[in-house]
């Protein structure tokens, strides 16, 4: 059970660094996800980046955060936002993000929260918390500065999914780049992000060591798998995450197969409609509305019925843990003609991940052998190694802190590469405060 006793289980230092600025993970640090940055100066000016958990199963969450005014939340995925409840219940923090990721985090924390009591699994705020942080937002545009205490801050677009968020700060000594979740290259929905120099580079290195496969080779191997499926009578089940990944999966589909039958179910429908409320941050705005208009939103236990008969549906959950995936997987298992395809990372001890290694998955707690195809497609939209690299470099940063990362695979060939192209590179692990000079 982790139950924060605000103020007393905090592990930060209670002192302002002596001088330079000190970083401290309470989580995220030498993980992916849960992150959780404090950031502050010898003047006491102390700002938190993000505080989410990990939505393992149990899931993992970040120490308890000291007290901050102010939290800047990079993006609306729960591992970066998921405990910011607490924070404002407890500390009366103020969130600081895009006006997207605000209305988006509504979703987000009743999700969370619906999934912990069907799962249950401890959370530490309640209902009540979410209303609290829902008032707590102030939000910002992006490249439009604001000060708090000597510092001056603002938000530069991420990529990765709509309304993501870079955090630049400009201190009375240095300037610091916190990447957030980040991708340099454009997705159907947002457009990569841009480097900017900074002293100090905070850059996530989920996929460090990895370097992701030329993205239009990627599509068309996607492209022509789905049309193979439906021309040999089959349906394809797309189970996708859904905040991004549904809607940039229906996008492609619809740019590059608009004479399929294609039907959505699931989260992403209610995301599809709050982007296209904040269309200037995506790519292309037209073009979300166009795919989104073409595709068959599912409303109702008929259409549900009806999708069963469509050529392609892409529906949450993205693992095969619960939701309208696991009912259409139910029924689609009876015919091997039909096939599904995995457009992100299925983690361990998922239905996903079951599924490809045994062929069999947990349906409504009842071990299932599923005969179907599957293929996986890689999707990400986090820099790959290479694009991590590029832009360190790109942002001539002195020093680079590589998080959210796995520090025992992920990591180690980051350093190698960004040290050998002159950083001086850092490796947070969690609960450590650090000094950059
Ligand atoms: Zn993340
Ligand atoms: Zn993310």
Redesign the pocket.
């Known amino acids: 059970m982790v139950l924060y006793s605000p103020g007393r289980t905090s592990t930060y230092p209670e002192e302002p660094p002596s001088s330079g600025l000190r970083f401290h993970c309470l989580g995220g640090g030498n993980e992916v996800?849960n992150v959780g940055i404090v950031l502050e100066d010898s003047e006491g000016t102390r700002l938190l980046l993000d505080y989410g958990l990990a939505p393992t199963s149990p899931p993992r969450y970040p120490a308890e955060a000291p007290y901050v005014g102010h939290a800047v939340i990079?993006?609306?995925?729960i591992?970066?936002l998921g405990m910011a409840p607490w924070l404002c219940a407890n500390h009366q923090t103020t969130l600081h993000g895009t006006a997207l990721t605000a209305s988006l985090s509504d979703m987000m924390w009743r999700d969370c929260y619906k999934v912990s009591s069907i799962e249950r699994y401890p959370l530490a705020w309640d209902k009540r918390d979410i209303d609290t942080a829902l008032n707590a937002w102030e939000t910002h545009e992006f490249n439009e500065p604001w000060d708090m205490g000597s510092w001056t801050l603002k938000l530069l677009p991420a990529g990765?999914?709509p309304g993501?968020a870079m955090l630049h700060i400009t201190t009375p000594t240095q300037t610091v780049l916190l990447t957030?979740?980040f991708d340099t290259r454009d997705s159907p929905l947002v457009s990569g992000a841009q480097p900017i120099k900074a002293d100090v580079l905070f850059v996530e290195g989920t996929y460090g060591g990895r370097n992701h496969p030329p993205k239009e080779d990627e599509i068309k191997r996607f492209i022509d798998a789905v049309q193979s499926v439906v021309d040999r009578g089959g349906t394809v089940l797309i189970p996708a995450f859904a905040?991004?990944r549904t809607q940039d999966v229906v996008m492609l589909l619809h740019r590059h197969l608009p004479h399929l039958d294609v039907h959505v179910d699931g989260m992403g429908k209610r995301v599809a409609r709050l982007q296209q409320e904040h269309h200037h941050v995506l790519r292309d705005g037209d073009e979300l509305t166009k795919a989104w208009k073409w595709c068959k939103r599912v409303g109702s236990k008929s259409d549900k019925k009806k999708a069963l008969n469509a050529d392609v549906i892409v529906t949450t959950s993205g693992m095969l843990e619960g939701g309208p995936s696991l009912w259409y997987l139910n029924r689609l298992r009876h015919d091997e003609q039909n096939a599904v395809f995995f457009t992100g990372y299925q983690a361990r001890d998922t239905g996903g991940r079951s599924f490809m290694e045994h062929g069999r998955l947990n349906i409504y707690g009842n071990p299932t052998d599923v005969p179907l195809k599957w293929e996986q497609f890689s999707f990400s939209?986090?820099a790959g190694h290479q694009e991590i690299v590029d832009f360190a470099r790109a942002c001539e940063a002195k020093h680079v802190v590589v998080y959210h990362t796995d520090a025992s695979h992920a990591r180690p060939p980051l350093v190698v590469d960004l040290e050998a192209a002159g950083h001086v590179v850092h490796q947070p692990e969690n609960g450590v405060s650090y000094i950059i000079e």
């Not at 990079?74 to 995925?77: A, F, L, R």
């Open positions: 996800g990079t993006h609306s995925h591992d970066h990765h999914i993501a957030g979740d905040n991004g939209t986090h």
